[in-house]
Each structure stands twice: as C-alpha cells, then as structure tokens.
C-alpha cells in the first residue's frame, strides 16, 4: 500500500488588478488586500498593502504568489497624499474609493463575504472607482 502527498494547493497564484473611473491624475492609489473575514477592513489588518503613484486614468498592478484561496480588495485615491482616506462629517469618503466585486456601500462598509473573490490560478479582476 503506498500513499501520495500530491496537492492541488498552489501558492503561485497572480493576481492583476485593473483599477478605472481615475478622474484626477495626481496623487497615490493604496490597495489593501485581505484574506480573513475578522480583519475586513481594518488599518493594518492587510495581508498586502501597496501604494501606486497615479499616472493616468487606469491602473493594471500585478500581486504575485498568491495562494489560492478568498481575498477582498479595498482601496482608495489619496488624491492629496496624506496617506488618509479623507472623510466628510458623517463618515463618508471624501476621495474616491472601491472595493473588489465593484460593491457599493448601503450606509456601511460591504462585508468581507459581500467584496471576496476566489483564486485559483490566475486572476483578472477590476475595480471601478467610486467618486
């Protein structure tokens, strides 16, 4: 009797992002990339944090080897570079954001099962900004 410890598991996933709707050439794009429900979307929570100069009006930003797996993207336009996502009197974002699954929010942020994504393999996702 033998056994095999074949798996079907990869952890040489690429994830291409393709963010659109960028109005205002300026500033930083920061994508916050999350894996676990109970971190969704806190500061600091994320297993991936990038920022990207903005430079025209769509963005393509690769992630290599990711596992496979669930994954939720947030990420906003600090169109003033202050490393914040500026919000207004109630809370609502004042520079443009999304979120992956292009979810909109309902008077709160879209939950983690709401925005995720599978990969397996290679994955082409985009998000279109929210202004």
């Known amino acids: ?69 669930d994954y939720a993207i947030v990420l906003f336009h600090d169109i003033n570079n202050d490393g914040l996502c500026n919000m207004n009197f109630i809370g609502y974002p004042k520079e443009p954001y999304g979120f992956s699954n292009n979810k909109r929010p309902f008077f709160r942020t879209p939950s983690f099962n709401a925005t995720k994504f599978n990969v397996t393999g290679d994955k082409k996702i985009y998000i279109k900004l929210i202004s």
């Open 1 to 69: 009797m033998s056994f095999s410890t074949s798996s079907s598991f990869r952890v040489d996933n690429t994830l291409t992002v393709v963010i659109s709707n960028i109005k205002t050439i300026e500033g930083d794009i920061e994508i916050g990339i999350f894996q676990d429900s109970d971190d969704f979307p806190n500061e600091g929570s994320q297993m991936y944090k990038l920022r990207i100069p903005v430079t025209q009006d769509s963005i393509e930003v690769v992630f290599p080897d990711l596992s496979d797996g």
